[in-house]
């Protein structure tokens, strides 16, 4: 009886496999919490959040989720302000075109449609944005290209992505009773298992394109030793 017991407990069961999930999914999520309060940091935040689950589906799970989320916040910083930046703007060029139709009135309240139709695309660019510039490294418009790529891949996936992105939200909003216990599951682990659930769903289309983790590792440390052998041939030269 106590070899079956320490048997479920041990890091390589079944068990010990999906409590250290749970718990990088945890971890992954309270980062996520803690670097989103600024707000403007919110896009980058959620690309960090996807690059911990992604390297947890591609690895053998057992990584450091607090290290991981601030390697990917770090490393995708640039590129996921940039595209916030165009998104804001983007979003609120929908707004005032549609309080612009809404006052016009006419014909104009059929120029209403398409701009739902564009900002349904956004979101579906948006949504597949997010887990690719975790994954790969490129400009924006490479990114937006090999987003549109996937999602067009397998269009089923759409659905099931914007679903898991929006229905949890419209979901805590429309129960205000509800609300106190709905806002406690994301601070938790929501916005870990949502971000998990999308990467699990694109993680073996991203894997055709993409490096071992054995490679990427490797080729972190090479990049770690030249930075320090840079830094020690600084340091000899005086500077």
Excluded at 84 to 99: I, P, Q, T, V
Excluded at 156 to 179: C, E, G, N
Aim: include cysteine.
């Amino acid at each position: 009886m106590g070899r079956l017991i320490n048997g479920i407990f041990q890091n390589d069961s079944a068990f010990g496999q999906l409590m250290t999930r749970i718990g990088i999914i945890i971890g992954a999520n309270l980062m996520f919490v803690l670097f989103t309060l600024p707000i403007v940091t919110a896009l980058p935040s959620a690309v960090a959040l996807y690059h911990v689950m992604l390297r947890v589906l591609r690895s053998d799970g057992v990584i450091n989720p607090f290290k991981e989320f601030w390697t990917g916040f770090r490393t995708n910083f640039r590129q996921s302000m940039m595209y916030e930046a165009m998104a804001a703007a983007f979003a609120l060029l929908c707004y005032f075109d549609l309080r612009f139709c809404g006052y016009a009135g006419g014909v104009f309240i059929w120029f209403r449609y398409a701009i739902y139709v564009l900002a349904m695309a956004g979101l579906i660019l948006t949504a597949f944005l997010l887990p690719v510039m975790a994954a790969f490294a490129d400009t924006i418009p490479h990114l937006m290209r090999n987003a549109v790529f996937f999602a067009a891949r397998r269009p089923w996936k759409i659905l099931v992505l914007v679903f898991f992105d929006v229905f949890p939200l419209f979901l805590t909003y429309s129960d205000p009773q509800m609300l106190p216990l709905y806002a406690f599951c994301w601070v938790a682990f929501g916005f870990g298992a949502v971000a998990m659930i999308g990467a699990s769903l694109l993680v073996k289309d991203f894997s055709e394109y993409l490096p071992t983790v054995y490679e990427e590792e490797e080729q972190t440390e090479k990049e770690e030793r030249k930075a320090e052998k840079t830094l020690e041939d600084m340091k000899k030269m005086g500077m």
